[in-house]
T-cell receptor, first 113, second 111 residues
Framework: AQSVTQLDSQVPVFEEAPVELRCNYS??????LFWYVQYPNQGLQLLLK??????LVKGINGFEAEFNKSQTSFHLRKPSVHISDTAEYFC???????????FGKGTRLHILP | KAGVTQTPRYLIKTRGQQVTLSCSPI?????VSWYQQTPGQGLQFLFE???????NKGNFPGRFSGRQFSNSRSEMNVSTLELGDSALYLC??????????FGEGSRLTVL
């Protein structure tokens, strides 16, 4: 069965600094990978997804992620964060046998002024 | 295009009662998934329905059940509520692999 580990429960970063949110997964088969964002008091929305092809995936709001099969990682990055990026970020995995999507426990991104 | 609608948004129940939550997916989406979100456990998968059939199920006790109607609307039911069932219940619909569209959730408090 697949699983997702987000190593950092909280990440503080200064405004306009770069950020990387880490995600590792385990699965015995080929996977699809996703990052979702949850703003306060809202549901989740898709930031970006990797299904196949280029390992560097670009998403909304300037975020990108790189799929690394050998390290089973899918880290999320942004070169310069803004106060509006304050939210909780969830990494998720789905294998290609069914559409069940498993989420990590989330990383809270705190933007410091 | 209307998003995913969940009702009710907030509700308070007491132990032993039962609750039904409703989810209306985006028009044209035939897959509906349910998740339980708590501070300690994060997002946990409950079940997924596609064309009125349960296609996937998470590791929750039988007190948690769901169904999907012919118009793709879905309901989930929790019977014999326990304090630990207090959570945000999120519904998501999808048209393609992995791109889930979430509602704002139903926040259940069990006293």
């Amino acid at each position: 069965a697949q699983s997702v580990t987000q190593l950092d429960s909280q990440v503080p970063v200064f405004e306009e600094a770069p950020v990387e949110l880490r995600c590792n997964y385990s699965s015995s088969v080929s996977v699809y990978l996703f990052w979702y964002v949850q703003y306060p008091n809202q549901g989740l929305q898709l930031l970006l997804k990797y299904l196949s092809g280029s390992t560097l995936v670009k998403g909304i709001n300037g975020f990108e992620a790189e799929f690394n099969k050998s390290q089973t990682s899918f880290h999320l990055r942004k070169p310069s964060v803004h106060i509006s990026d304050t939210a909780e970020y969830f990494c998720a995995v789905s294998d290609n046998r069914d559409d069940k999507i498993i989420f990590g426990k989330g990383t809270r991104l705190h933007i410091l002024p | 295009k209307a998003g995913v609608t969940q009702t009710p948004r907030y509700l308070i129940k007491t132990r032993g009662q039962q609750v039904t939550l409703s989810c209306s997916p985006i028009s044209g989406h035939r897959s509906v998934s349910w998740y339980q979100q708590t501070p300690g456990q994060g997002l946990q998968f409950l079940f997924e329905y596609f064309s009125e059939t349960q296609r996937n199920k998470g590791n929750f006790p039988g007190r948690f059940s769901g169904r999907q109607f012919s118009n793709s609307r879905s309901e989930m039911n929790v019977s014999t509520l326990e304090l630990g069932d207090s959570a945000l219940y999120l519904c998501a619909s999808s048209l393609t692999t992995g791109e889930l569209f979430f509602g704002e959730g139903s926040r259940l408090t069990v006293l």
